[in-house]
């Protein structure tokens, strides 16, 4: 069967088909406060950002989205627009007539699936009215009820969500559309992302992939997690847009994005310093084949310390020395101090090897998300945080100030 390769088109950026593979972050900035959202697009957009989402939880967020488009078309900043929505299928609306592109789980539009898909339905009109661009995005551990029950939360799960709503899309004739199948565990990320390129394949319509590791984390490993993640697909010819997300600024996440994007489709390569580009090259070289047990250990002969070496077979799931640490970049949903309290996290569990702890910034997406983590630390806002444990929530509204010496209160009990 001839394969038809699908091009979307996010305002002026090309996304699948032959077009370059596209870099892509997200503000952490509150939609509410324009001028800081504003500011911080500027600068991503000078970092080399090509999409730019902003999260837009409700539709009393649309107004502030409108002004923050407006004031950037103003001061002659042209990059597209992607409005991050949850839920509210009413919000979705709204958006896709005010940006370029809407991310959406439709499974998540009504826990009605037929519901959600007669919503979806009506989302796929707006968008064809006003040139909008969708992106289809299901994360592990945030797919709907309907499918879940069905298949469990696994990768097969996750294709097979996404090509329900693609089959939607085919037989509505709308094609500006993306898909993204994003997990914290590079395994089951890649595992999805190649289940969903052969159903596709089958179908006769690929459409663009988005990639990215969800809550990678930060620092090196942060770094290293994406990059095995990404290239394991990038190398095999699978993936057309990519965002490295990382619980740090979001202008910290381009430079290792082009450099993927670079070493895989013939873009400029980004500066680096040489440490950091020896990091990369390490994780993207021997991070995939480890990931697809081609082989058991990085030979001596590459050269690589044992920290790096560690990492990279950590990232790649072949070797624990350390936690495995689940944490999101933030955005507008965060309201606490998520950079500051994850590196609290990490400082006071390192000596907790293999036990997977995530930390979250909010409790829209946190509990679904770590889905792998042995505990978790979500922030509820108002300076209070939930603990969970294997994704029951334990103890709410705990005093943030608190809250992580609660964690490991609860940790060290249970290893009693």
């Not at 707006?126 to 879940?148: D, K, M, P």
């Amino acid at each position: 069967m001839t394969n038809k390769r699908i091009t979307a088109h996010a305002g002026s950026v090309r996304i699948g088909g032959d077009a370059p593979i596209v870099v892509q972050t997200m503000c952490n900035t509150h939609t509410y406060d324009i001028e800081e959202t504003v500011a911080q697009c500027i600068r991503m957009r000078d970092a080399g950002a090509e999409l730019i989402r902003i999260t837009v939880p409700g539709l009393q967020e649309i107004p502030h989205l409108t002004e923050i488009r407006d004031r950037l078309r103003a001061a002659g900043v042209g990059t597209p627009l992607v409005a991050d929505i949850h839920f509210s299928s009413e919000t979705a609306l709204a958006a896709a007539r005010i940006v370029e592109k809407v991310r959406i789980n439709p499974g998540n539009f009504h826990k009605d699936h037929q519901k959600a898909r007669e919503q979806f339905g009506r989302f796929l009109e707006v968008c064809r009215e006003c040139g909008t661009a969708v992106r289809v995005g299901l994360n592990h551990g945030s797919l709907g009820e309907y499918i879940t029950g069905l298949y469990g939360n696994t990768p097969l799960a996750m294709a097979k969500a996404a090509m329900e709503w693609l089959e939607m899309c085919i037989e509505a004739e709308f094609f500006n559309v993306v898909v993204s199948l994003k997990a914290s565990n590079t395994v089951v990320m890649v595992q999805a992302y190649r289940e969903l390129m052969r159903r596709m394949q089958e179908r006769g319509y690929v459409f663009p992939l988005h990639l990215g590791v969800t809550e990678a984390g930060n620092g090196e490993s942060g770094r290293i997690k994406s990059c095995i993640g990404i290239a394991s697909l990038l190398r095999e010819g699978i993936g057309n847009t990519l965002r490295v997300s990382l619980t740090e600024p979001p202008a910290a996440e381009l430079p290792v994005a082009a450099y993927l994007a670079a070493r895989y489709s013939h873009r400029p390569m980004p500066e680096l310093s040489e440490a950091e580009r020896r990091m990369l090259d390490a994780a993207c070289e021997w991070g995939p084949v480890l990931l697809n047990r081609e082989i058991d250990e990085i030979p001596a002969s590459a050269g690589l310390d044992a920290h790096l070496t560690d990492e990279i077979m950590q990232a790649a799931r072949r070797r624990f020395y350390r936690p495995e640490y689940i944490a999101c970049p933030g955005c507008g949903r965060t309201m606490y101090d998520l950079q500051g309290s994850f590196e609290q996290v990490k400082a006071r569990t390192s000596h907790l090897k293999g036990m997977v702890i995530a930390v979250m910034g909010c409790i829209v997406n946190g509990p679904g998300e770590m889905a792998d983590a042995d505990w978790g630390y979500v922030g509820e806002g108002g300076g209070k945080v939930s603990i969970y444990r294997k994704g029951e929530p334990v103890l709410r509204h705990v005093p943030d100030s608190e809250a992580i010496d609660r964690l490991l209160e609860l940790i060290e009990k249970e290893g009693a």
